[in-house]
């Protein structure tokens, strides 16, 4: 039996990635969070990005420039 698995492409995984900037900036919003919260939300932001980067080779401020337009925009349909 073979495993199923999810490989999404460049744009899809950016798209998650911009989900999931989006959802951390409402949760800075609407609560007031510690220094120590906002730091572990910007680190997590970083490793999806490094994860992302490394699996399609390009660099992580490109996942993060792509990341945050993706988040953007979906704050922007809200």
Known sequence: MGKAYFQPTYEEAVAIVGRRIAERREE???????????????DATIQD?????????VTT???LDDSER???ER????
């Open 28 to 42: 800075m919003d609407e609560s007031s969070m510690d220094t120590s919260s906002v730091r572990r939300a910007f």
């Open 49 to 57: 990005a490094t994860l992302i980067a490394e699996l399609f080779g």
């Open 61 to 63: 401020r490109q996942v």
């Open 70 to 72: 993706e988040s953007r």
């Open 75 to 78: 704050e922007e349909e809200i």
